[in-house]
C-alpha cells in the first residue's frame, strides 16, 4: 500500500490575516502600523496572497497611508502588484473617510465645529499632488451649507476667479465663506499671490455683503489661517 503523500505545507503567511484583523478588533487601529492597515484594506481585493511586502513598498514610496490613499489611480498602478482594481478600492476608502469627515460639520455652525472643520479639511486636501481651491458656503448662522471645489491647478498654482465665487455664493444665498486651497509642497505659509487673491475675492464680495471669514491654506502637517495670521 503506498504511503499517503506528504500534505503540502500552509504559505508562511496562513493565519497571519486572521491575526491582523484580531489585533485591529481587540486592540484597535491605534495599535497597528500604517503598513499594516493598509494589508487590512488590500486583503479584500487580493484575497490569495502575502500583501505585506507590496504594503510596505507603497507606504515606502509614497510616504504613508494617507498620501498612498490620496494618490491619483495612474500613479497608483505604476507600483509593480496593483493592478486598477486595488487602485480603485483605495480610491473608494479614501472617499469613504472624506465623506465621513465632510458630514461631521456639514449643517454645523463652523464656530462650535472648528476643529472638525479643520480636521475635515486635512482630510479632503492635505495630501493632494495638484494645488485645489475650495469654497465653504456658509449661511447667516455660520452653518455650513456647501463646499465646492472652483479651481484646479498645477503642482504650485490653481486659478481662482473672484467673479465665480460671488456668483456661487449668491446661488448658495451664502451670507459668509471660507476660502480653502492646499499647498502640495507641505509649507501652509500664505505666498504673495494668495494674499492678493484673498484681497480680490473680499472686494468682490463686498457690495454683495457676503463676508470672507478666513482663508484655510492646508499643508500636510498644519494648517496657516490668515484671520490668526492677521491677513484678513
Given at each position: 500500500m503506498a504511503e499517503p503523500a506528504d500534505t503540502p505545507a500552509p504559505p508562511h503567511?496562513?493565519?497571519?490575516?486572521?491575526?491582523?484583523r484580531t489585533r485591529f478588533r481587540e486592540a484597535g487601529a491605534d495599535a497597528l502600523a500604517d503598513y499594516e492597515l493598509l494589508e487590512l484594506i488590500l486583503f479584500r481585493?487580493?484575497?490569495r496572497r502575502d500583501v505585506k511586502p507590496l504594503a510596505k513598498e507603497l507606504i515606502a514610496r509614497f510616504g504613508g497611508l494617507a498620501e498612498v490613499l490620496g494618490a491619483d489611480i495612474e500613479r497608483l498602478c505604476e507600483t509593480p502588484g496593483v493592478k486598477e482594481a486595488v487602485a480603485l478600492d483605495l480610491k473608494i476608502f479614501q472617499a469613504a473617510a472624506r465623506r465621513i469627515a465632510?458630514?461631521?460639520?456639514?449643517h454645523q455652525p463652523v464656530i462650535s465645529s472648528w476643529s472638525a472643520l479643520?480636521?475635515?479639511?486635512?482630510?479632503?486636501?492635505?495630501?493632494?499632488?495638484?494645488e485645489q481651491f475650495r469654497v465653504l458656503f456658509l449661511d447667516k448662522k455660520?452653518?455650513?451649507?456647501?463646499?465646492?471645489?472652483?479651481?484646479?491647478?498645477t503642482i504650485d498654482h490653481a486659478p481662482v476667479y473672484p467673479r465665480e465665487i460671488a456668483h456661487r455664493a449668491l446661488k448658495h444665498g451664502a451670507t459668509a465663506i471660507i476660502l480653502l486651497h492646499?499647498?502640495?509642497s507641505g509649507d501652509p505659509t500664505p505666498s504673495r499671490a494668495d494674499i492678493e487673491m484673498?484681497?480680490?475675492v473680499a472686494e468682490a464680495l463686498k457690495p454683495l455683503g457676503v463676508v470672507v471669514h478666513d482663508h484655510l491654506v492646508i499643508g500636510?502637517?498644519?494648517v496657516a489661517s490668515f484671520k490668526s495670521l492677521e491677513l484678513l
Amino acid at each position: 500500500m503506498a504511503e499517503p503523500a506528504d500534505t503540502p505545507a500552509p504559505p508562511h503567511h496562513a493565519g497571519h490575516r486572521d491575526r491582523l484583523r484580531t489585533r485591529f478588533r481587540e486592540a484597535g487601529a491605534d495599535a497597528l502600523a500604517d503598513y499594516e492597515l493598509l494589508e487590512l484594506i488590500l486583503f479584500r481585493t487580493i484575497p490569495r496572497r502575502d500583501v505585506k511586502p507590496l504594503a510596505k513598498e507603497l507606504i515606502a514610496r509614497f510616504g504613508g497611508l494617507a498620501e498612498v490613499l490620496g494618490a491619483d489611480i495612474e500613479r497608483l498602478c505604476e507600483t509593480p502588484g496593483v493592478k486598477e482594481a486595488v487602485a480603485l478600492d483605495l480610491k473608494i476608502f479614501q472617499a469613504a473617510a472624506r465623506r465621513i469627515a465632510r458630514d461631521r460639520v456639514m449643517h454645523q455652525p463652523v464656530i462650535s465645529s472648528w476643529s472638525a472643520l479643520l480636521d475635515y479639511c486635512r482630510t479632503a486636501m492635505a495630501d493632494e499632488a495638484k494645488e485645489q481651491f475650495r469654497v465653504l458656503f456658509l449661511d447667516k448662522k455660520n452653518r455650513l451649507m456647501a463646499d465646492e471645489i472652483l479651481g484646479h491647478g498645477t503642482i504650485d498654482h490653481a486659478p481662482v476667479y473672484p467673479r465665480e465665487i460671488a456668483h456661487r455664493a449668491l446661488k448658495h444665498g451664502a451670507t459668509a465663506i471660507i476660502l480653502l486651497h492646499n499647498h502640495p509642497s507641505g509649507d501652509p505659509t500664505p505666498s504673495r499671490a494668495d494674499i492678493e487673491m484673498t484681497k480680490a475675492v473680499a472686494e468682490a464680495l463686498k457690495p454683495l455683503g457676503v463676508v470672507v471669514h478666513d482663508h484655510l491654506v492646508i499643508g500636510r502637517e498644519r494648517v496657516a489661517s490668515f484671520k490668526s495670521l492677521e491677513l484678513l
